[in-house]
T-cell receptor, first 112, second 113 residues
Framework: GDSVTQMEGPVTLSEEAFLTINCTYT??????LFWYVQYPGEGLQLLLK?????DKGSNKGFEATYRKETTSFHLEKGSVQVSDSAVYFCALRRGGADGLTFGKGTHLIIQP | DVKVTQSSRYLVKRTGEKVFLECVQD?????MFWYRQDPGLGLRLIYFSYDVKMKEKGDIPEGYSVSREKKERFSLILESASTNQTSMYLC????????????FGDGTRLSIL
């Protein structure tokens, strides 16, 4: 079946550091890929998405590129802020109406 | 903005009780979903619905059922609650276009004593 693997953390960085959170997937066909973010006490918010190979999703300084050859969708940000502290989930969806398959989440802590 | 509202943020119930978790969306979305979120396991899909009165099993449907009598409302039912159903439950909705994302509610933290 489908699966998503991501580093679980916690990942602790200093403010203004470069961020990479790795995500790889296993799926049949050509899934859509997503990054969601969950701030403390809140539900999940869509951060960015990519629907086909070589697409780059971007939002709020975060970027991720859909790499079919390596089945990866790594999340990057050039300079993190304390307000980026949250749990980040990588997810895939095979069909338009299908549910999402999530990774286990990566807890990111940014220290001032 | 899409609004997905879950009726309770926190809920405490007893083993064996029948429990209803309610979710309402205001964007006329066809698709609605229920997930549970557990530490170290991420989110797992319980059930989803792509239309009124339609339902599909997700990855972990055992011990749960759902009801979709109206388009805007999707209910998750624990027929006889057990302690292993203590979890955070998240509802989501999505429009019919394939490239649309899912929008999530704030979650219901359910404790079964």
């Amino acid at each position: 079946g489908d699966s998503v693997t991501q580093m679980e953390g916690p990942v602790t960085l200093s403010e203004e550091a470069f961020l990479t959170i790795n995500c790889t997937y296993t799926a049949t066909g050509y899934p859509s890929l997503f990054w969601y973010v969950q701030y403390p006490g809140e539900g999940l918010q869509l951060l960015l998405k990519a629907t086909k190979a070589d697409d780059k999703g971007s939002n709020k300084g975060f970027e991720a590129t859909y790499r079919k050859e390596t089945t990866s969708f790594h999340l990057e940000k050039g300079s993190v802020q304390v307000s980026d502290s949250a749990v980040y989930f990588c997810a895939l969806r095979r069909g338009g109406a299908d549910g999402l398959t999530f990774g286990k989440g990566t807890h990111l802590i940014i220290q001032p | 903005d899409v609004k997905v509202t879950q009726s309770s943020r926190y809920l405490v119930k007893r083993t064996g009780e029948k429990v209803f978790l309610e979710c309402v969306q205001d964007m006329d979305h066809e698709n609605m979903f229920w997930y549970r979120q557990d530490p170290g396991l991420g989110l797992r899909l319980i059930y989803f619905s792509y239309d009124v009165k339609m339902k599909e099993k997700g990855d972990i449907p055992e011990g749960y059922s759902v009801s979709r009598e109206k388009k805007e409302r999707f209910s998750l039912i624990l027929e006889s609650a057990s302690t292993n159903q203590t979890s955070m439950y998240l509802c989501a909705s999505k429009g019919s276009a394939s490239n649309q994302p899912q929008h999530f509610g704030d979650g219901t933290r359910l404790s079964i004593l």
